[in-house]
C-alpha cells in the first residue's frame, strides 16, 4: 500500500523534503499545508496554515493520511504530533513536550545545564530590570540576547557592549519587539569559532547523523546585515572531520536523546543543533526539533537513501534498521529574496527565468505562488537555487550562473556564499 504524507510549510525546505518523497516507490500521495508554487508540481497543496492545528487534524482525517513528516517549527509545539498520533497516524517529528527543545530557549538552556551538554554561559529573564541589571554586572564584552519562543529564526540578536544589550533587552522585554515569542529572554556571552549545523535522524533512543552543513544567515555579503533565516549554504562543511563529528555526536545529540527519554518524553525527529567550534571543541549555540532551511535543500541533494523510508523506520523506533547513505560530491544553495528582506518587502512579482535553467540545477521554492499560471513572489526567501558537483567550487559556480538567469523586481542575493571555500576545491 503506498503511503499518504502529509508536509506542513510553505518553504524551500519542504519542496526539498516533497522532491525527495516523490522519489521513494513507497510514496504514493504528498500532500503540502499550504505549500508554493514549486510543490504544487509534485503534490497536493493545502490551503492551511501550519499554526491551524484543528484543520490540519482535519485535513489528515479527509485525505487518509498515514504518515506525518515534520519539517517546521511552529506546529509540533501546538502538539501536531501528539493530536495525529491519537488518529493512528504514524509520525516522524517530536511530541509537544519535546519540541521544548527548540520552542523554548530558556527550558533548552536549563535541560543543557541538567544533562552537561556543553554550550554558552548565560541567563534566562522575564523582568527587564533583572535582565538589565544582571548585564550591567558583567564585564564590558559581546552579549547576544534571544527570545526564547519561536521567531523564524530572527529572535537572536547581537550586543557589542552591556549599552546595546539593555536597548535589545527593552525592546524584546518592554516593547515587545517579537511579541510573546520574546517575553522571556536569554543572554548569553558570544561564543567564538566556526560555525556549522549538525542534523541527526531520531528514533526516540539512537541518532544517526547526517554530513554537517554551513548556513549563511546575514542578509549581506561578509556576514553583514540582518539576521535571516538563512541566505544560503553548502555541505559538507570543511572542517569537521569524523574524529570530531564522534566528538558532537556523544556531547550535544546522544546527551538529548538519553535526557529526553529519562525525563519522559523521546525525542523522535530530526534534531538540528547549531553548533560553534574551536580548537576541536564545540559548544551549542541553540537546538533546532526539525530541519534547517536552507540546509535541508543541499542535503535532500545529497542523500542517497530514500528518505520515506529512513524517516518511517525512525517513527517507528527501528532506525538501526536502515542504511543512510549520502553522495561524496558537495552541494551549494543561494537563496534569491526580494529586496527588504528580512524587514519591509514587496511581494507579487513576476519571476522570470525558470524556464532557462540547466536540468541538474535545482530551484526550490519557498515564497512563491501561482497567479494565472505565473509564478509570483510571495514572501521573503522566494527561491533556493541548488546544485552537486565534484567540488564545491563547481558547485558554487553552477548555481550562481543559473541564479543570473533568474528575475524578478528587486531580487538580491548574496554572492559570497560557499567563497572562503571553493578556493580549495
Known sequence: MSARVLL?????????????????????????????????????????QPTDIDGLVRAAKEHRIDFYLATMDDPQPLGLVDRLQAEGVLCYGPSAAAARIEASKAWAKAFMERHGIPTARGRSFSSFEEAAAWVESLPEQRLWVKASGLAAGKGAVGAANREEAIGILRSMLIERAFGDAGSTVVVEEELSGFETSAHAFCDG????????????????????GLNTGGMGAYAPTKGVDSGLAGVIKER??????????????????????????????????????????????????????????????????????????????????????????????????????????DPDVFVFHGGTKLVDGQVVTSGGRALTVAARAATVRE??????????????????YRTDIALEVAAGG
Open 252 to 357: 550535544v545529540i546522544d546527551p538529548v536523546l538519553r535526557g529526553m527519554e529519562e525525563e519522559g518524553h523521546p525525542f523522535v525527529g530530526t534534531l538540528f543543533p547549531g553548533l560553534m567550534v574551536r580548537d576541536g571543541d564545540v559548544k551549542v549555540i541553540e537546538y533546532n526539533a526539525r530541519s534547517g532551511d536552507p540546509e535541508t535543500q543541499v542535503h535532500m541533494l545529497r542523500l542517497e537513501s530514500d528518505l520515506y523510508a529512513v524517516t518511517r523506520a525512525a517513527a517507528e523506533g527501528r532506525l538501526g534498521e536502515v542504511e543512510v547513505r549520502w553522495a561524496a560530491e558537495p552541494a551549494v544553495c543561494v537563496v534569491l529574496v526580494p529586496g527588504g528582506y528580512p524587514g519591509k518587502y514587496e511581494t507579487g512579482h513576476p519571476i522570470e527565468g525558470l524556464d532557462r535553467v
Open 395 to 412: 558547485a558554487r559556480e553552477k548555481v550562481y550562473e543559473n541564479v543570473r538567469r533568474i528575475h524578478f523586481k528587486d531580487m538580491h
Open 8 to 48: 506542513v510549510g510553505s518553504g524551500g525546505r519542504e519542496h526539498a523534503v516533497a522532491w525527495k518523497l516523490s522519489q521513494s516507490p513507497q510514496v504514493g500521495e504528498i500532500f503540502v499545508a499550504p505549500g508554493n508554487a514549486g510543490t504544487a508540481a509534485l503534490a497536493r497543496n493545502l490551503d492551511i
Open 205 to 224: 533512543k539512537m541518532a544517526v547523523l547526517w554530513p554537517f552543513a554551513t548556513d549563511y544567515k546575514r542578509a549581506l555579503d561578509g556576514a553583514q
